[in-house]
């Protein structure tokens, strides 16, 4: 059983960054974050391997860091040069037993949300 908790949401101008965080508190396996804006099908942005392996949405590829801190048990989604086209409410995940997958449909543990909201 995972529980996760992610922070670092918030509201910023295109161009600009901002990094969020996702606590475990439980053991988790491979992990994820993913996003889903009103309207639309939640989409897999990147994931980490238990080994450090990443793997990117191409809408994100060079903009956005996926990364982890073991001894925190934190995951971390750097996102820079953001547009508004980013704007989702933002999830982490875990428990997916494949590698570098970005299907929502994997993985069994979420988090609540936080939003991210980026403005012309």
């Known amino acids: 059983q995972v529980q996760l908790v992610e922070s670092g949401g918030g509201s910023v101008q295109a161009g600009g960054s901002l990094r969020l965080s996702c606590a475990a508190s439980?053991?988790?396996?491979?992990m994820g974050w993913f996003r889903q804006a009103p309207g639309k099908e939640r989409e897999g942005v990147a994931t980490?391997?238990?080994?450090?392996?990443?793997s990117y949405a191409d809408s994100v590829k060079g903009r956005f860091t996926i990364s982890k801190d073991n001894a925190k048990k934190t995951l971390y989604l750097q996102m820079n040069s953001l547009k508004p086209e980013d704007t989702a409410m933002y999830y982490c995940?875990?428990?997916?037993?494949?590698?570098?997958?970005?299907?929502?449909?994997?993985?069994?543990?979420w988090g609540q949300g936080t939003q991210v909201t980026v403005s012309s």
């Open positions: 995940a875990a428990g997916c037993s494949r590698s570098r997958y970005l299907g929502p449909e994997c993985y069994d543990y």
């Open positions: 439980g053991f988790a396996i491979n």
């Open positions: 980490i391997t238990i080994r450090g392996t990443t």
